[in-house]
């Protein structure tokens, strides 16, 4: 089955520095990453999505600048978070596709890792 | 992208089964359903997916009526390990936007 792996599963850091997140497949090859953030008790939210060998895409609203994301290669992407802020701290998951058995892709998604800023 | 609409929380106990229905009135064409399971400080764990009709697998089932405008993800006999969030989620393409899920709490 596919497998995505992130690294590092938690984090914790001091206000101002920055922290890369990083996102493999495993077994497969992923042209395409999307991380997503979540607040604790809340619902996934879409950051951005990441293209081998392109720029990503971010959704509205998420500051580029601010996370950096860089897909070198079909199994690798990665996050970084510039100049943290306790504001920035929360669980930071990335998936990637896979064609499913129905037709439709799936998305396979890491571990996460959580991000803790003081 | 199709909004998508289920209950925020559902309690059941061990070895009932459980039924979780999502409404998905603007659902395209081309869209398939796909069911995801999140447990604490994880990522989420795809369950099933189907596109009509009825999709059994391992773990659920998922039935889909003939208007493709709702979809209920059935668990067979729930245990504690099943207590978790299920996200129901229509789309196309691979881009998937979460809605706020349901909170499954299995008490012994």
């Known amino acids: 089955g596919a497998v995505v792996s992130q690294h590092p599963s938690w984090v914790i850091c001091k206000s101002g520095t920055s922290v890369k997140i990083e996102c493999r497949s495993l077994d497969f090859q992923a042209t395409t990453m999307f991380w997503y953030r979540q607040f604790p008790k809340q619902s996934l939210m879409l950051m951005a999505t990441?293209?081998?060998?392109?720029?990503?895409?971010?959704e509205q609203g998420v500051e580029k600048d601010k996370f950096l994301i860089n897909h070198a290669s079909l199994t690798l992407s990665t996050l970084t978070v510039t100049s943290a802020h306790p504001e920035d701290s929360s669980f930071y998951i990335c998936?990637?596709?896979?064609?499913?058995?129905?037709?439709?892709?799936?998305?396979?998604f890491g571990a996460g890792s959580r991000l803790t800023v003081l | 992208l199709a909004k998508t609409t289920q209950p925020i929380s559902m309690d059941s106990y061990e070895g009932q089964e459980v039924n979780i229905t999502c409404s998905h009135n603007?659902?395209?064409?081309?869209?398939?359903i796909t069911w995801y399971q999140q447990f604490p400080s994880q990522g989420p764990r795809f369950i099933i997916q189907g596109y009509k009709t009825k999709v059994t697998n391992e773990v659920a089932s998922l039935f889909i009526p003939a208007d493709r405008k709702s979809s209920t993800l059935s668990l067979p006999r729930v245990s504690l390990s099943d207590t978790a969030v299920y996200y129901c989620?229509?789309?196309?393409?691979?881009?998937?936007?979460f809605g706020t899920g349901t909170r499954l709490q299995v008490f012994p």
């Open positions: 998936s990637a596709p896979k064609a499913g058995n129905s037709g439709a892709n799936v998305l396979t």
């Open positions: 990441s293209n081998e060998g392109s720029k990503a895409t971010y």
């Open positions: 603007n659902i395209a064409t081309n869209d398939y």
């Open positions: 989620l229509v789309v196309n393409t691979d881009k998937l936007i």
